[in-house]
C-alpha cells in the first residue's frame, strides 16, 4: 500500500493492562520479536486485575521487556523508524507506564513517537496472521474490555456496526468462571472446561438489545447463569460445571456468530475477521469459520498469542500510521475512555 522506499521498522509497546509487552514489526506485518511478561499469577491471587498492582509491575518489566524485544530481534534502538505505544484505551496507570517509556526513549533518540488505539491494534494483529489480508473488512473485536463490530472501510478507518451496551463478552466469560469457581482468567478456564460439558444441556437466553440489530449484551446471560447457579443450590441439586460452562459459552458464541452472519448478508462482505482476547476462543473460532463459509465470506483469525494482548499487534497498527505521517509529540497522554475513531 505504500510507496516508501525502504523497509519500515517499529518498536511497539502495550501496557494498556495486565501484560507488559514490546515487539518489534517491520512494515506492519513481519514480527521480529514480540515478548510478553504475564501478570496473571499475581492478579489470579485477588480474582481480577488489581490496576495499582498492575502499575507497579508494569514499571519494574518495561525496561528489560523492550530490551528483549530488541536483542530477540536483534537489531538496535537506534536502527528503528519510529516508536509505538497503546495510549488507551485501558487502565490509566499501566497505560502511562508504556506511554512515559515511550516518550523518554523517543526523546533520548529522536527518533518519532506514534499513539496507537489498543481496538486498532487487536484488528491489525490480522495483518501479521495473513499479510495479504488488506481492507474493506469487517471485524469482530471482543477482549475484556471490548465488544465491537466494526466494518474496516481502509487502513485506520472505521464505522461501528454494533457494541456492547453492558459488559464485554471476556468480562463475562470472567464472571462467569468466577461464579462458578473456575477462577481468573475465565475465558481461558471456560474454553477448557467446555470441552467436556454438553452445550446444549442449560438452555440461557441469548441477549438481545431491542431497536439495534448489531449490539450486544451480555449482562442478562451472566444473570442466568447466576439463577441457575443459585437455584440449584436452594435445591440441593449439584452443579455440572463443565455442562454450566458449555452452555453458557454456546450462548456467547450463538449471539456473537449470528450478529457477524447478519452484518455479511447486509452489506455484502466477503471478508470477516475475529480479534481480541476472546477471539482465541475454540467455539467461537469454529463458529465464525462455519459461519463464514457457509455466507461464501473468506474467514480470518489471528492465532491466540496474537489475539489477546500483546505488542506486535501495536507495532502492526502504528506503521499504517507512519504511512500516513501521524506522529505524536512528546506531549501524548494516556487515554483510558479512547474511542475507536479518536485520535
Ligand atoms: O484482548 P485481551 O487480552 O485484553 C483486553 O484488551 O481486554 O482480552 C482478555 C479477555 C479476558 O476477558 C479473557 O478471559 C478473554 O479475553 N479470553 C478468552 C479466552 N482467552 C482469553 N475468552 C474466551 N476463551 C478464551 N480462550
Ligand atoms: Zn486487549
Not at 530490551?67 to 538496535?76: F, N, Q
Amino acid at each position: 500500500m505504500s510507496d516508501l522506499k525502504k523497509d519500515i521498522t517499529i518498536l511497539a509497546i502495550e501496557s494498556s493492562c495486565d501484560e507488559t509487552a514490546a515487539s518489534v514489526v517491520v512494515n506492519g506485518r513481519q514480527v521480529l520479536s514480540n515478548v510478553i511478561s504475564s501478570q496473571i499469577d499475581i492478579h489470579t491471587l485477588y480474582g481480577g486485575v488489581v490496576p495499582e498492582i498492575a502499575s507497579r509491575k508494569h514499571t519494574e518489566r518495561v525496561t528489560q521487556v523492550i530490551r528483549e524485544s530488541l536483542e530477540e530481534a536483534g537489531r538496535k534502538l537506534e536502527e528503528m523508524d519510529a516508536i509505538a505505544v497503546t495510549y488507551g484505551p485501558g487502565l490509566v496507570g499501566p497505560l502511562l507506564i508504556g506511554v512515559s517509556a515511550a516518550k523518554g526513549l523517543s526523546f533520548a533518540t529522536g527518533i518519532p513517537l506514534i499513539g496507537v488505539h489498543h481496538i486498532e491494534g487487536h484488528i491489525s494483529a490480522n495483518y501479521i496472521a495473513e499479510p495479504t489480508l488488506e481492507p474493506p473488512f469487517a471485524c469482530l473485536v471482543v477482549s475484556g474490555g471490548h465488544t465491537h463490530l466494526v466494518l474496516v472501510r481502509d487502513y485506520g478507518e472505521y464505522e461501528i456496526l454494533g457494541r456492547t451496551q453492558d459488559d464485554a463478552a471476556g468480562e463475562a466469560f470472567d464472571k462467569v468462571a468466577r461464579e462458578i469457581g473456575l477462577g481468573y482468567p475465565g475465558g481461558p478456564k471456560i474454553d477448557k472446561a467446555s470441552r467436556e460439558g454438553d452445550p446444549h444441556a442449560i438452555v440461557f437466553p441469548r441477549g438481545k438489545v431491542s431497536g439495534s440489530r448489531y449490539d450486544f449484551s451480555f449482562s442478562g446471560m451472566k444473570s442466568a447463569v447466576l439463577n441457575y447457579l443459585n437455584t440449584s443450590r436452594m435445591k440441593g441439586i449439584s452443579v455440572n460445571v463443565p455442562d454450566v460452562a458449555a452452555s453458557f459459552q454456546q450462548a456467547v458464541v450463538d449471539v456473537l456468530v449470528s450478529h457477524a452472519g447478519d452484518a455479511i448478508e447486509q452489506y455484502g462482505l466477503k471478508k470477516f475477521a475475529l480479534a481480541g482476547g476472546v477471539a482465541a476462543n475454540t467455539a467461537l473460532r469454529t463458529g465464525m469459520k462455519e459461519m463464514c463459509a457457509e455466507k461464501g465470506a473468506d474467514f480470518f483469525c489471528p492465532p491466540p498469542v496474537l489475539c489477546t494482548d500483546n505488542a506486535a499487534m501495536i507495532g502492526s497498527a502504528a506503521y499504517f500510521e507512519y504511512v500516513k505521517g501521524n506522529f505524536s509529540g512528546l506531549d501524548l497522554n494516556a487515554v483510558p475512555g479512547l474511542r475507536l475513531g479518536q485520535r
